[in-house]
């Protein structure tokens, strides 16, 4: 969508009168967009990110194609390779309709706390203050959550590269766990001491995105045997440990590829280190939705036309499938452990900008009085001019949640399903606001940035709304019949007992501390975004 030329219904965007403040500053990167991004109660960042590095930081934080070579058999059991192919593009689909919704939102607010700054600037006065406590805090549990599962991908991948070069290893959980303080240690520093090579790193992490994306395709296209076409396309598979449903299935095996997109607002959580944000933000998002979704569809079809043994796909011997089948293309140990180092370092890439994403909007919650010990986490490093604390914060949980993993794998598993349902969630409530903000035009007209839906925006919003809620529905479903508390899926029971801590601690601690973000929400008789 251009930023330029976009109606609102009939109404030119330029002829939409609000009695919001608009922030015009050079040092600030332009027009913030239709909402006051003033920043007078809290420090500022450096916007030390342009176009194109911000674009990069983007697509390492999805990495979709390598998201599906580290999570596709998942969809096997459940759906088969049609499931997998037909699902992915619903899912692209239904990502972008999220994407173009949260631009427009972006471009409105392009602040560090997305989600809830916007259900600050949409939610009636009434519930604003609960609806954007409870947003935020969803929202960080989900970012935490994903965060620690990229450590535990990241170290899990390596015990797999060991097993591969050395048969007589047996990976233990310990291990793993000192791995994820290793790798958590390291991001955490070039976040905070590495703060000014980020953008440069991320547009490395951007090139070898698509430079490894082609040097792993090409081998497996040359040399692997073909599956044939009615396979790919047409096969629908159950299993003995899955569903028998193939309606469910399929529905399942769609989440699997579904997955490879959450966390695609990412370089929202960036916005107040990027020039331009109102403009540049909601450009990113779509561009890299659009980029990811072609090269994992691509990647996909890779994988199922040259995946070989389908039972040895369900049975890694090597932890991951990919690696196997990587060994089986190629006959190489070596070679195997050359692509799938490439996959792990584009993750480590991916977990740097996932930090700094996820401590941002961290910081920016301290900054609207949001977390215990507020004023604390909302410090900005005079040095650095990063939120050092808020990133000593956000690796604390990692190295917390790690020992969980010593002792139970299971109770890990447990704690990070939490990241998805969390985060379609967060994208849900601003998108359901904004369909009601439409309809409702007694509160006055909605104040746009330059980056508008224009006259397809409600069609948009109730598409991406429909679509959020499906996933939704089947995200807590388990994968696995009959279900056992090793393979129970407990996304539902967390988020579930999350939200029930939350409403707790709101009712007999937050309603009488917390207002919202200060600098957002005006009175009534001052602003007409109320």
């Given at each position: 969508?251009?930023?330029?030329?976009?109606?609102?219904?009939?109404?030119?965007?330029?002829?939409?009168?609000?009695?919001?403040?608009?922030?015009?500053?050079?040092?600030?990167?332009?027009?913030?967009?239709?909402?006051?991004?003033?920043?007078?109660?809290?420090?500022?960042?450096?916007?030390?990110?342009?176009?194109?590095?911000?674009?990069?930081?983007?697509?390492?934080?999805?990495?979709?194609?390598e998201s599906v070579a580290n999570s596709f058999e998942s969809g096997?059991?459940?759906?088969?390779?049609?499931?997998?192919?037909?699902?992915?593009?619903?899912?692209?689909?239904?990502?972008?309709?999220?994407?173009?919704?949260?631009?427009?939102?972006?471009?409105?607010?392009?602040?560090?706390?997305?989600?809830?700054?916007?259900?600050?600037?949409?939610?009636?006065?009434?519930?604003?203050?609960?609806?954007?406590?409870?947003?935020?805090?969803?929202?960080?549990?989900?970012w935490q959550a994903a965060l620690a599962s990229i450590c535990y991908l990241i170290a899990t991948q390596i015990q797999g590269m060991v097993l591969l070069n050395n048969p007589?290893?047996?990976?233990?959980?310990?291990?793993?766990?000192?791995?994820?303080?290793?790798?958590?240690?390291?991001?955490?520093?070039?976040?905070?001491?590495?703060?000014?090579?980020?953008?440069?790193?991320?547009?490395?992490?951007?090139?070898?995105?698509?430079v490894f994306f082609?040097?792993?395709?090409?081998?497996?296209?040359?040399?692997?045997?073909r599956s044939t076409s009615d396979f790919v396309f047409t096969e629908l598979m159950t299993s003995e440990e899955g569903w028998q449903s193939k309606g469910v299935a399929w529905c399942l095996g769609m989440l699997t590829v579904t997955y490879c997109f959450a966390g695609f607002d990412g370089a929202v959580h960036m916005s107040e280190e990027v020039r331009h944000p109102a403009i540049v933000i909601p450009r990113i998002l779509v561009q890299s939705i659009a980029i990811n979704g072609f090269m994992a569809f691509v990647f996909l079809l890779v994988i199922l036309f040259c995946i070989g043994s389908v039972e040895e796909a369900l049975n890694p011997p090597y932890i991951f499938p990919m690696i196997g089948i990587f060994k089986q293309t190629t006959k190489s140990v070596g070679a195997a452990t050359a692509m799938q180092t490439a996959i792990t370092l584009i993750g480590m890439v991916s977990n740097t900008g996932v930090l700094a994403s996820v401590s941002r909007l961290?910081?920016?919650?301290?900054?609207?009085?949001?977390?215990?010990?507020?004023?604390?986490?909302?410090?900005?490093?005079?040095?650095?001019?990063?939120?050092?604390?808020?990133?000593?914060?956000?690796?604390?949980?990692v190295v917390l949640l790690s020992v969980?993993?010593?002792?139970?794998?299971?109770?890990?598993?447990?704690?990070?399903?939490?990241?998805?349902?969390?985060?379609?969630?967060?994208?849900?409530?601003?998108?359901?606001?904004?369909?009601?903000?439409?309809?409702?035009?007694?509160?006055?007209?909605?104040?746009f940035g330059p980056w508008t839906l224009g006259r397809y925006g409600m069609a948009i919003n109730i598409f991406a709304l429909a679509f959020g809620v499906f996933v939704c529905i089947f995200v807590p479903f388990p994968t696995q019949i009959p279900v056992t508390a090793a393979n129970m899926n407990w996304s539902g029971p967390v988020f579930l007992g999350v939200v029930i801590l939350l409403v707790i601690d709101w009712t007999f601690r937050a309603r009488t501390k917390y207002t919202g973000p200060k600098d957002l929400i005006k009175s009534d008789s001052k602003t007409n975004i109320a």
């Open positions: 969508m251009s930023s330029e030329g976009i109606e609102m219904g009939n109404m030119p965007v330029k002829s939409v009168q609000v009695s919001v403040s608009h922030a015009r500053s050079g040092s600030e990167g332009g027009y913030h967009g239709g909402v006051s991004t003033s920043r007078s109660s809290r420090k500022h960042l450096e916007r030390s990110f342009g176009s194109l590095s911000i674009l990069s930081l983007s697509l390492t934080i999805l990495s979709s194609w096997l059991v459940n759906g088969g390779p049609a499931g997998l192919v037909w699902g992915m593009i619903l899912s692209i689909i239904g990502t972008m309709a999220l994407a173009l919704s949260l631009a427009e939102l972006a471009s409105m607010c392009p602040r560090a706390g997305a989600q809830y700054h916007w259900t600050a600037v949409l939610a009636p006065p009434r519930i604003r203050a609960f609806t954007t406590w409870m947003q935020g805090w969803i929202t960080v549990f989900g007589e290893y047996h990976p233990q959980q310990w291990q793993g766990t000192l791995m994820m303080w290793a790798i958590v240690a390291f991001v955490g520093l070039i976040n905070i001491y590495g703060i000014k090579i980020l953008p440069a790193l991320q547009m490395l992490g951007g090139i070898m995105h698509i082609i040097a792993i395709i090409i081998p497996l296209v040359l040399l692997s045997r961290t910081w920016a919650f301290a900054c609207d009085g949001g977390l215990p010990f507020s004023r604390y986490f909302a410090h900005v490093d005079r040095n650095q001019r990063v939120p050092k604390r808020a990133i000593y914060l956000v690796c604390a949980g969980i993993n010593a002792a139970s794998e299971t109770a890990l598993s447990a704690i990070l399903a939490l990241s998805t349902s969390s985060l379609y969630v967060s994208y849900l409530i601003p998108v359901m606001l904004m369909i009601i903000r439409r309809v409702d035009t007694s509160r006055g007209p909605i104040p």
